[in-house]
T-cell receptor, first 116, second 110 residues
Framework: GAVVSQHPSWVICKSGTSVKIECRSL??????MFWYRQFPKQSLMLMAT?????????EQGVEKDKFLINHASLTLSTLTVTSAHPEDSSFYIC????????????FGPGTRLTVL | SQELEQSPQSLIVQEGKNLTINCTSS?????LYWYKQKYGEGLIFLMM?????EEKSHEKITAKLDEKKQQSSLHITASQPSHAGIYLC??????????FGTGTRLKVLA
């Protein structure tokens, strides 16, 4: 149980285009979803926290107009990287909590974004 | 702000050897998680520790949380090439948001 999927697993796009990444909780209702970014050889950096039906809370230094997060249902959150540039290339991982009634997070497999 | 420090940053061991990875927090932890990650892939959950002095084992991996709940260790017995990867400790500092350690890169030589 407590499976989280991400789609796509990898994406290559041209500079200036927007890319949407989906995060789904497959067998539980996720009251909260988290989006992380990971640079090569570095740890995970929390970008934002989203609760179903409300606006996402962004961490300091993360541009909310650049990284649009929507948590439209209890099983789906999306991250849209708008007007992507090469510096946005990274590994994006989502997680979801709410499965066990406590704060434990379950992680998706990640999405590798490459912006040319 | 609370931080998690992992040591060592990287480790190369011969197959069959034991090894230990440490994770230290500046403040008391409400929950400590260990994950394994291969570069470019998602996190694989290993173990969760919540109580001071708690110890859990799964196959050849044992994790412990000290009594003060500020330090955890991950011990691998008789390492195998399949243990290679990045080990991350993550913690819930009581704010429902996780913080992560810097990671330990493990290579196991056959």
């Amino acid at each position: 149980g407590a499976v989280v999927s991400q789609h796509p697993s990898w994406v290559i796009c041209k500079s200036g285009t927007s890319v949407k990444i989906e995060c789904r909780s497959l067998d539980f209702q996720a009251t909260t979803m988290f989006w992380y970014r990971q640079f090569p050889k570095q740890s995970l950096m929390l970008m934002a926290t989203s609760n179903e039906g409300s606006k996402a809370t962004y961490e300091q230094g993360v541009e909310k107009d650049k990284f649009l997060i929507n948590h439209a249902s209890l099983t789906l959150s999306t991250l849209t990287v708008t007007s992507a540039h090469p510096e946005d290339s990274s590994f994006y991982i989502c997680s979801a909590s709410g499965a066990s009634g406590v704060n434990e997070q379950f992680f998706g497999p990640g999405t590798r974004l490459t912006v040319l | 702000s609370q931080e998690l420090e992992q040591s060592p940053q990287s480790l190369i061991v011969q197959e069959g050897k034991n090894l230990t990875i440490n994770c230290t927090s500046s403040k008391t932890l409400y929950g400590l998680y260990w994950y394994k990650q291969k570069y470019g892939e998602g996190l694989i959950f290993l173990m969760m520790l919540q109580k001071g002095g708690e110890e859990k084992s799964h196959e050849k991996i044992t994790a412990k949380l000290d009594e003060k709940k500020q330090q955890s260790s991950l011990h691998i017995t008789a390492s195998q090439p399949s243990h290679a990867g990045i080990y991350l400790c993550g913690a819930d500092p009581g704010t429902y948001k996780y913080i992560f350690g810097t990671g330990t890169r493990l290579k196991v030589l056959a």
